[in-house]
């Protein structure tokens, strides 16, 4: 399913806090914080020039967060950099003085970090980013899991020190018992969604988003004419959407935001004009993008800034992962996992229909940017579901000619 966006703000300019949130200012902060990160390398960007010809387009560059500091998932970005920001502006404040990135291993800053716990709800990926910014500065982390967290990945986060709280239901679930919990127990939520009255610290989790947009934009040989980005809550898709927007003007590509069919949201809020909650069903294989209501501020963002929106099934996940996996001749094998696909598995689907690549303005002249959110982060399940192992497919480089 595919819709063009439909609300009447479609087009205009971002309010002028998203646009200081994600514009260049934001590029720049991004840039300060990484610099004081030892274990900072910007991701690759892939170049799929034999995929490409095989679609009908110009080409086709994928920005592989695969590797993002150890972690594997684009998430690395985000809520360690929101707790950093927090725990810095905690010291500025009981040490009456300005503290940056360069005091983040300084000991009266770790001394006050160890008196502040932050929690947060996950799917697995944004909570292991949380547990490693407390763990880097010396915090105490909580992270509220579901039942449809695989064990490994939880194993993850356990493994960066944060104490494992079980919660019943889905992810929204979890997300409303992490900010009960937080309220009664003085901790900080470290959310990937906002909702009414609390904004800021989401907003700082998509700011972290930024910096793989402008590697991308750095290392593109052209700026893409489109961009298919997946959707959980939307905080992904609001950060390029908004990011691409601020940065490049009238020249921003053609952002088209792609959900599960069995979770999409963002869709259903596009139809609706306001943010919604629906109604939980059967689990997704995506199930890093498995949300059932959509951020307020992220979809401040995407009414704006977003061109459409639509669904991809499991099965087109699945074959997204398995194409990567086993490219084209000549093409990089790339490890993508359930979700990491997702923005392709998009694209796939747009190529194959006519009605739509027309309605997208996707001929032979678009150049394509889609992003790889996550690798093999529960490797039981890629193999499960591509039948080899990531470390094989890491190590393929390119396809063999055929």
């Keep these: 399913m595919l819709i063009l966006n439909p609300d009447p703000a479609h087009g205009a300019p971002l309010d002028a806090a998203d646009a200081a949130l994600l514009g260049a200012d934001a590029a720049d902060e991004l840039a300060r914080y990484l610099a004081h990160r030892p ?3 910007p991701t690759p960007l892939i170049a799929l020039p034999c995929l490409a010809a ?6 086709l560059h994928l920005k592989d967060e695969s590797t993002r500091f150890g972690l594997g998932s684009f998430k690395a970005l985000g809520g360690a950099y929101a707790v950093v920001r927090l725990v810095l502006e905690e010291a500025a404040r009981r040490l009456g003085r300005p503290v940056g990135y360069a005091e983040m291993a300084a000991p009266e800053v770790r001394n006050i970090a160890a008196t502040m716990t932050f929690a947060c709800a996950t799917d697995g990926n944004h909570g292991r980013s949380v547990a490693q910014g407390a763990a880097m500065l010396g915090s105490r982390c909580a992270i509220l899991v579901h039942a449809g967290v695989s064990p490994a990945r939880v194993a993850a986060i356990a493994g960066l020190g944060a104490e494992i709280i079980r919660v019943d239901g889905t992810y929204d679930d979890s997300v409303e018992e992490a900010a009960r919990l937080s309220a009664a127990r003085g901790w900080t939520v470290v959310s990937d969604t906002s909702w009414p009255g609390y904004e800021r610290i989401p907003g700082l989790v998509m700011q972290g988003y930024v910096a793989m947009v402008d ?6 040989p052209a700026p893409p004419t489109h961009v298919f980005v997946q959707a959980g809550v939307g905080g992904l898709a609001a950060a390029v959407a908004g990011h691409l927007a601020e940065r490049l003007g009238a020249r921003r590509p053609t952002l088209v935001v792609v959900e599960p069919d069995r979770a999409a949201c963002v869709l259903e809020t596009a139809r609706a004009g306001r943010p919604v909650r629906i109604a939980a069903g059967a689990p997704t294989v995506m199930a890093m993008l498995e949300c059932y209501e959509t951020s307020l501020v992220a979809w401040r963002i995407l009414a704006r800034a977003a061109d459409a929106f639509m669904t991809v099934s499991e099965e087109d996940a699945v074959a997204a992962m398995n194409r990567l996996a086993r490219p084209e001749a000549g093409d990089m094998a790339v490890v993508a996992g359930e979700s990491g696909g997702a923005g392709l598995a998009g694209l796939l689907r747009v190529a194959g229909d006519a009605g739509a690549r027309q309605a997208l303005g996707c001929g032979a002249e678009a150049r394509i940017l889609v992003f790889n959110t996550e690798g093999a982060t529960d490797t039981a399940r890629y193999r499960d579901l591509v039948g080899l192992d990531p470390a094989l497919v890491a ?5 063999p000619d055929q």
């Design 39 to 41: 274990d900072h390398r």
């Design 54 to 59: 095989r679609l009908g387009v110009a080409a």
């Design 215 to 220: 590697e991308a934009l750095a290392a593109m």
């Design 395 to 399: 190590g393929a480089g390119s396809a």
